[in-house]
């Protein structure tokens, strides 16, 4: 993938732009300062002491969620193809409910820090290294790779700046208030990036749909299908099959196994506060269409010929283009933050996956401060990593969007597979699950790699199958298989001990193995996120009709 050349969109800044972004910067590395200074024992660093509000949880699992990648993906195929781009943001809204009703409870009564531990704690030793070690290479290919890519798209549309020059920027930037504050930094940092990009994306929103005649004058600009979110079995991108089967299975693996997303849910006060975090989570997620797809289908009628060029540039343009000077410096301030958010959380959740999974095992009696700098220097080597990886991401699609998932379509069918077999299921056992995650990872490796390997090229027989089919649909095969080689080891294998299995599979009694305390619950926080949970769910399905 190549940066926009956009030269001349760059942001005209006036004197109070550059104090919101003074402020900005202010804020969040006073922020990180704060929490440096307190005591750094591994579960203040990298679980935030275990006392993070419902509210927090909820911010901060949206911001971690919504990186630039967002505002430069969503955006861009909003300007391609309308709004069908928008299932996999309000398909989150109802899976991530599944985190807080289904999966937190086994994760916090496990006391583990991360999913792998939990899979140890589940299986084996051997699938804990697996889950691990795909997940640091995960995170490579999509999240790190991809959020530095795209920051560099929007500093060089807002500032000008070059490839490496943005990169860079934003890596010491983020890394300063990461790597010092640990996991309490990056939540409280997140409550107030949340609050700056909801409403700086918003306000362009508005801005745009004022130029372009309103929603009737949008809706007569762009073609009829760009309003209508179902589409063919058959459609390249975002066929209704894969939507509605395959994305739930990315969806299960990011919002209710990932690192990334889970550890916020870990550091909760109790289940009801994870849960309430959740389901706030859950209603932020309805936003993104209107402050990041609409945008791009604005861009479409106001900047065909640009659009036509390169659709990832479509948010910038808008920023450059529309935003007036005072205002440049809050959006600037949003996608900021929208970056920063998205790298910080993967930087700790790399550091706290490889030094808890890794580091630890291999020295069980490093002390606290030892695996603090550990997991500090695992965040370094993952960034170079990362880097050298970003010239090749234009072999899997030109539509980063699109690129983003495809990656993720080949990593998550077998690890959702084992996760959720494995608490609903007590025959499940180490043996399946192990055949199970080695069989997806050949699938999905020896998919990735044909793809960048024969990449624009024609193809035939069985390569076109496999190669050309739509990742969606290829995820559901995956699952397919995951799940059958899971099942059948486990049946083929002796049954796991009921010790292996108490407390953390519903059919097994809700043994409470962790020693942690948490903070009771109120009736009150029992019940808001139930009934917020509903009212979430009819929102959506209500939206679904009507853009259908």
Request: with cysteine.
């Amino acid at each position: 993938m190549h940066l926009p050349s956009l030269a001349l969109q760059v942001a005209r800044l006036v004197a109070i732009d550059y104090v919101v972004l003074v402020l900005y910067f202010a804020v969040i590395f006073a922020i990180g300062w704060y929490f440096s200074r307190k005591e750094r024992t591994t579960t203040d660093y990298f679980l935030a002491s275990r006392d993070v509000a419902w509210w927090a949880i909820g911010a901060s699992l949206f911001s971690s969620n919504i990186g630039s990648e967002h505002f430069i993906g969503l955006a861009g195929s909003g300007a391609s193809s309308g709004m069908a781009v928008g299932h996999f943001e309000w398909l989150a809204s109802l899976i991530v409910l599944l985190l807080g009703w289904v999966f937190v409870p086994f994760y916090l009564r496990s006391n583990v820090y991360t999913m792998p531990e939990f899979l140890e704690r589940r299986y084996n030793g051997a699938c804990r290294t697996y889950l691990a070690t795909i997940s640091l290479i995960a995170y490579i290919f999509t999240k790190i790779a991809v959020a530095i890519f795209a920051g560099a798209i929007v500093l060089k549309a807002v500032l000008g700046w070059g490839m490496w020059q943005s990169s860079l920027a934003l890596v010491i930037a983020t890394g300063i208030y990461t790597v010092a504050g640990g996991l309490a930094a990056v939540i409280y940092t997140e409550v107030i990036q949340t609050v700056i990009l909801v409403a700086g994306a918003l306000a362009l929103t508005v801005i745009g749909l004022d130029k372009v005649g309103g929603w009737s004058g949008l809706q007569a600009s762009v073609p009829p299908d760009f309003l209508h979110m179902m589409k063919s079995a058959s459609d390249k991108d975002f066929p209704w099959t894969g939507i509605f089967f395959g994305a739930p299975i990315l969806g299960i693996w990011y919002w209710c196994t990932d690192q990334v997303i889970v550890q916020r849910t870990l550091s909760a006060k109790n289940i009801e506060h994870a849960r309430g975090g959740t389901t706030l989570a859950g209603f932020l997620k309805i936003l993104p269409v209107a402050m990041l797809v609409v945008p791009g289908m604005i861009a479409r009628v106001l900047y065909p010929q640009e659009m036509a060029t390169d659709s990832n540039a479509a948010f910038p343009i808008m920023v450059s283009r529309l935003m007036p000077p005072g205002l440049q410096g809050v959006m600037i301030a949003a996608m900021l933050a929208a970056l920063m958010s998205s790298l910080s959380a993967v930087f700790n959740s790399s550091s706290t996956i490889f030094t808890m999974d890794f580091y630890k095992k291999l020295r069980p009696d490093a002390s606290e401060k030892q695996l603090v700098n550990v997991g500090r220097l695992a965040t370094l080597v993952m960034v170079v990593l990362s880097l050298l990886w970003i010239p090749f991401m234009s072999r899997i699609s030109s539509q980063l969007w699109i690129y983003l998932q495809s990656v993720q379509a080949y990593v998550s069918p077998p690890i959702a597979a084992v996760f959720l077999l494995g608490i609903a299921w007590k025959r499940i056992n180490a043996q399946g699950a192990l055949a199970s995650l080695l069989t997806g990872f050949v699938l999905g490796a020896t998919r990735f790699i044909l793809e960048v390997v024969y990449a624009g090229q024609p193809l035939d027989g069985f390569l076109a199958f496999y190669v050309g089919t739509n990742f969606l649909h290829f995820a559901v095969l995956m699952f397919v298989i995951c799940v059958g080689v899971l099942l059948g080891v486990s049946l083929l294998t002796p049954a796991p001990s009921s010790a292996q299995v108490a407390g953390l599979t519903f059919q097994t009694p809700a043994t409470t193995l962790s020693a942690v305390e948490f903070e009771p619950a109120t009736a009150t926080q029992r019940k808001l996120p139930a009934v917020g949970s509903l009212v979430l769910i009819v929102t959506i399905v209500s939206l679904w009709i009507y853009f259908a």
